[in-house]
Nanobody
Framework: QVQLVESGGGLVQAGDSLKLSCAAS????????MGWFRQAPGKERNIVATISGSGAQRYYAGSVKGRFTIARDNAKNTVTLEMASLKPDDTAVYYC?????????????????WGKGTLVTVSS
């Protein structure tokens, strides 16, 4: 069982930066693929970025590539999402998620554990 707790959301202006963090419980954090997903009001939950257990592989959604950076610290059981050049379209609840398997995961239906989410609001 893995428990995930997100932090770092808030209200920012367009063009600002923000860093989200996700703290995970458990002793096998490095064996999990981790991902950040987001869900805007009235829309589906979609992948933002995902990172393999070792951190060697990363995937970004096209809408955030070049602006967002996912990273993990397996010694501290944390995964972060650094967001730059934020746009109003980035407004959503951001969720941290974990998958027990090997390899990158972009389908939210395949994630095994979820945090409760943190709200990011970007004003124009």
């Amino acid at each position: 069982q893995v428990q995930l707790v997100e932090s770092g959301g808030g209200l920012v202006q367009a063009g600002d930066s923000l860093k989200l963090s996700c703290a995970a419980s458990g002793r096998t954090f490095s064996s999990y693929t981790m991902g950040w997903f987001r869900q805007a009001p009235g829309k589906e939950r979609n992948i933002v970025a995902t990172i393999s257990g070792s951190g060697a592989q990363r995937y970004y959604a096209g809408s955030v590539k070049g602006r967002f950076t996912i990273a993990r610290d397996n010694a501290k059981n944390t995964v972060t999402l650094e967001m730059a050049s934020l746009k109003p379209d980035d407004t959503a609840v951001y969720y941290c998620a974990a998958n027990r398997g090997v390899g990158l995961v972009v389908d939210p239906g395949r994630m095994d554990y979820w945090g409760k989410g943190t709200l990011v609001t970007v004003s124009s």
